[in-house]
Every structure is written in structure tokens, then in C-alpha cells.
């Protein structure tokens, strides 16, 4: 699974190369709608909206775990390939990688987690993900010993020649988490999928 950052989608996502180059600088920066037929149907939190839960400190993910589609799952660093975000290797069917382009999980802003769908050799880690439902609990285990426990709020599928970045990583003054992986239609002449599912969701609660 790759999300392609190309120039084009970023024009059509009202961003710019600049905007992406500055991903890092304000930790956090993604449109279309379609969601996934039978899943959420739910807009994700409105520009300002703020859950009371505080942020907390800065601490690397090391595990995702999402018991309702038994995902367990060690995490690894994964930063800009070219124009692309970086994905896990391929070989490794239980393993997701978290973004460093953005706020570690559990910071205010958004955190992106990324992992296959599966490969020609079985499932991997977000096979099931586009079966994940509003509230569903995502917990993201830290370094630091902490656990930062996150709601499902929207499920979405989009294209990926019009992925929606300004949508996923646009600055929130809260703790929220985006789950990305492939999705729709394999095109067998591409080798790809046709789409991404993207998880939308916010931190309900963080523990020591």
C-alpha cells in the first residue's frame, strides 16, 4: 500500500509542495467523501471542535492495537519517500508504521498510521480496516508507558488520484489519529488498488 503524494493531487487538494515540505514545521496538514458503504456515515469533528480530554506529551507509538477487528500490532518509524509518505515493508503482515511528519499520538493534532492491505502472500495488518465502526477504540501503547485511547468518528474511502490530504492531516487543537490503507478495486494491470480507507478518529483518553 502507497499513498502517492503527486503534484497533481496536491493541487487538487488545495495544497502546495511548500504545504508539504512543511508538514513537519506545524505538525499536521488533507477532500473527498465517499464513505464506506454499511461503516460510519458520520462527518468527522467541525474545524474547532475540541474534546476536553488534554493533550499529552510527546512520545514515539510503538504498538496500535484495535480489538474490534483484532489488530495487535508493533508500529515502525516511516517518513517521505521522494513525494510518497513511506509504508511498512511488505513482508512484515503485522506491522504498521506511523508517520513522522506528524504529531506523535496523543499530541494535539493529527497522527497518521499507515499499513497494508494485504499482499500476494495473505491479509496484513488493515485488512480489516474498512470494517471498523463509529466509537470503535483504537489504542495507540507509547514509549513512554502511556496509552492514548482514541474513538473511530468517520470511515472513509477515496480515490487515490484525489486523496484527500487537506481533509487527513489539517492542523486540529486536539489529539486526533488517521489510520490509512488500501482499498477498493485491485487493478490487476497496475498491480495497485484503486482507493484508500482512511480512519478518522479522536483521542477519548490518555493514561500514565
Not at 18 to 33: E, H, I, K, L, Q
Not at 38 to 60: H, I, K, R
Not at 175 to 192: E, F, K
Request: glycine share 10%; charged share 10%.
Amino acid at each position: 500500500m502507497i499513498v502517492r503524494v503527486t503534484a497533481a493531487m496536491l493541487v487538487l487538494a488545495g495544497l502546495s509542495v511548500a504545504a508539504v515540505a512543511a508538514w513537519t514545521a506545524f505538525r499536521g496538514t488533507s477532500d473527498s467523501s465517499a464513505t464506506v458503504p454499511g461503516t460510519v456515515s458520520t462527518a468527522p469533528p467541525p474545524a474547532g471542535a475540541s474534546p476536553s480530554e488534554p493533550a499529552l506529551a510527546a512520545s514515539v507509538p510503538v504498538r496500535v492495537v484495535i480489538p474490534a477487528i483484532g489488530v495487535n500490532a508493533p508500529l515502525t518509524r516511516v517518513g517521505r519517500v521522494g513525494q510518497s509518505v513511506g509504508v511498512p515493508p511488505l513482508d512484515n503482515h503485522n506491522l504498521a508504521g506511523w508517520f513522522t511528519g506528524t504529531v506523535t499520538p496523543g499530541q494535539a493534532g493529527p497522527s497518521l498510521i499507515d499499513g497494508h492491505v494485504d499482499s500476494y502472500t495473505g491479509p496484513s495488518v488493515f485488512f480489516n480496516l474498512k470494517n471498523l465502526k463509529l466509537a470503535d477504540q483504537i489504542k495507540v501503547l507509547r514509549a513512554d508507558g502511556s496509552t492514548a485511547v482514541f474513538r473511530v468518528t468517520w470511515v472513509q474511502v477515496a480515490a487515490k488520484t484525489t486523496f484527500p490530504w487537506q481533509t487527513v492531516l489539517s492542523p486540529t487543537s486536539y489529539p486526533a489519529l488517521r489510520l490509512v490503507t488500501c482499498g477498493g478495486p485491485y487493478d490487476s494491470l497496475t498491480g495497485h488498488y484503486t482507493d484508500n480507507i482512511v480512519v478518522y478518529a479522536t483521542m477519548e483518553k490518555g493514561s500514565s
